[in-house]
């Protein structure tokens, strides 16, 4: 198993461009997550998903949206970036509420300039 | 926010001794859990203890909770070199699937 993998690893933008930032796991789990970790903020939850075609917000929604259309996959796109979206970015999975162990990817540093 | 903390921000000590950090939370919760970075990696998961626990061990590890006061520990025992990293306890809702992390411990083991 490869368990969660983000790409990029590495992205600079410019204030406005758009990209998606790619999650993917192969453990079959059914809850996947976001998160931005900014320096002395620890990990806040942008985004979550209990299941393919469900998702909803969290803490620091907005800016990025997400679908899920798979149960592998969970992209994170941001439509008109920011400076204040520089930050480092990690997907998380977990197979169910009940054992809601998350396992992270190696996160996408982003900068935008 | 619902966001906890943990105290201290950061901890140095030598090899051998014991490393204790504190998590404070706000709201109830299904289960607290603590995670280690290594620098530039992503989380790993290192102990899960539920709402109706107040104490669990794990190899060096031990972990309470407190939920009258909302509060969590993580004592290292003996720790080691490779104990160096940062150390976040997250907190699951219990309305479910929302997990809330701390601000994190930076723990340094001298040799």
């Known amino acids: 198993n490869a368990g969660v993998t983000q790409t990029p690893k590495f992205q600079v933008l410019k204030t406005g461009q758009s990209m998606t930032l790619q999650c993917a796991q192969d453990?079959?789990?059914?809850?996947m997550s976001w998160y931005r970790q900014d320096p002395g903020m620890g990990l806040r939850l942008i985004h979550y998903s209990v299941g393919a075609g469900i998702t909803d917000q969290g803490e620091v929604p907005n800016g990025y949206n997400v679908s899920r259309s798979t149960t592998e996959d969970f992209p994170l796109r941001l439509l008109s970036a920011a400076p204040s979206q520089t930050s480092v970015y990690f997907c998380?999975?977990?197979?169910?509420?009940?054992?809601?162990?998350?396992?992270f990817g190696a996160g996408t540093r982003l900068s935008v300039l | 926010s619902q966001q906890g903390e943990e105290d201290p921000q950061a901890l140095s000590i030598q090899e051998g001794e014991n490393a204790t950090m504190n998590c404070s939370y706000k709201?109830?919760?299904?289960?607290l859990q603590w995670y280690r970075q290594n620098s530039g990696r992503g989380l790993v998961h290192l102990i899960l203890i539920r709402s109706n626990e107040r104490e669990k061990h794990s190899g060096r590890l031990r972990v309470t909770l407190d939920t009258s006061k909302k509060s969590s520990s993580l004592l290292i025992t003996a720790s080691r070199a490779a104990d160096t990293a940062s150390y976040f306890c997250a907190t699951e809702l219990n309305t479910g699937n929302q997990f809330y992390f701390g601000t994190g411990t930076s723990l340094t083991v001298i040799p």
């Open positions: 453990m079959n789990h059914e809850y």
């Open positions: 998380a999975s977990s197979y169910s509420r009940d054992q809601n162990i998350q396992y």
């Open positions: 709201t109830s919760i299904n289960n």
